[in-house]
């Protein structure tokens, strides 16, 4: 009889555990730094990352000549810059919920720039991130991100 409380103790374990929330986790996020991409020359692909608190976002530099650093003036606060070197990967921990404003520092006035939302971004946070003036062609690329936010 003790055998089968043991077991059946067991497999309730077993499957809680299997059926406990995968979300939960951290996700682990590859961002490439393009010469060449689908939206045209210089870019971050994707362009666009929804990610949650906790998530780790690794941009690769698939073509030499590129780094990636949050903009100051899109940066929920509390959040911890980041600032990559050339030709390295540069990682970035989301730890706040909000909008982060990539750029490559060398290619930031031909437009080289993604968007990462993290979690629920409030009306106010994001009318910010719309007003922030960028380079003609940052700008364009920027808006276009900032219009998959939901």
């Given amino acids: 009889m003790t055998d089968i409380?043991?077991?059946?103790?067991?497999?309730?374990?077993?499957?809680?555990l299997t059926l406990a929330p995968l979300s939960a986790q951290a996700k682990d996020i590859?961002?490439?730094?393009?010469?060449?991409?689908?939206?045209?020359?210089?870019?971050?692909?994707?362009?666009?990352?929804?990610?949650?608190?906790?998530?780790?976002?690794?941009?690769?530099?698939?073509?030499?000549?590129h780094n990636a650093e949050t903009m100051a003036n899109m940066l929920p606060a509390g959040a911890t810059p980041m600032k990559g070197a050339m030709n390295k990967e540069a990682v970035l921990t989301v730890t706040k919920p909000g909008l982060y404003g990539i750029k490559c520092m060398p290619h930031y006035s031909m437009g080289m720039v993604a968007l990462?939302?993290?979690?629920?971004?409030?009306?106010?946070?994001?009318?910010?991130?719309?007003?922030?003036?960028?380079?003609?062609?940052?700008?364009?690329?920027?808006?276009?991100?900032?219009?998959?936010?939901k």
Avoid at 5 to 16: D, E, K, N, R
């Fill in 30 to 65: 590859v961002v490439h730094m393009k010469n060449q991409g689908s939206d045209g020359a210089m870019v971050f692909e994707p362009s666009f990352v929804k990610a949650a608190v906790g998530d780790t976002i690794r941009f690769q530099p698939t073509n030499p000549s």
């Fill in 116 to 149: 990462v939302q993290v979690g629920k971004v409030a009306p106010a946070d994001l009318a910010a991130a719309k007003a922030v003036k960028l380079p003609p062609f940052a700008a364009r690329r920027m808006t276009a991100a900032l219009a998959k936010v």
């Fill in 5 to 16: 409380h043991i077991t059946l103790g067991g497999v309730a374990a077993a499957a809680f």
